[in-house]
């Protein structure tokens, strides 16, 4: 009946302590994401604050919704964009994407 079980026991591998090859893949797999997810996407936040923080009266912007406006009052939290000729709303300073260059919309 020994053919059928093989007399491998001396051949098991010792448990003790973890080899540090076998942490390296989780390691790799660690710093792959840090510079591919998340360092970009804090670069990304930062700039997106510093924009938001120097909004002025009179820039040109585009919001996260695609509206096209021009600042006429800046708040703490809200910034009044003036849409077309007789037309304001009232929008998040954070819910602005893009500050456009000058003469974006003319007609404004």
């Known amino acids: 009946m020994s053919f059928f079980i093989s007399d491998a026991l001396a051949a098991a591998p ?3 302590q973890p080899d540090l090859m076998s ?25 997106h604050k510093k924009m ?14 695609g509206l096209l406006g ?10 009044q964009l003036k849409v ?3 037309v304001e709303v009232k929008v998040q300073k954070q819910a602005v994407a893009t500050l456009m260059p000058k003469g974006t919309g003319k007609e404004l």
């Not at 390691?27 to 840090?34: A, G, K, M």
């Not at 021009?70 to 910034?79: D, K, L, P, S």
């Open 23 to 47: 942490f390296l893949p989780l390691v790799l797999i660690f710093v792959v994401f840090y510079f591919l997810l998340i360092r970009p996407q804090t670069k990304r936040a930062k700039e």
């Open 84 to 86: 077309a000729d007789n």
């Open 52 to 65: 938001v923080d120097g909004l002025a009266k009179g820039d040109e912007v585009v919001t996260n919704g």
């Open 14 to 16: 010792a448990q003790g």
């Open 70 to 79: 021009r600042i006429t009052a800046v708040g703490e939290n809200f910034v």
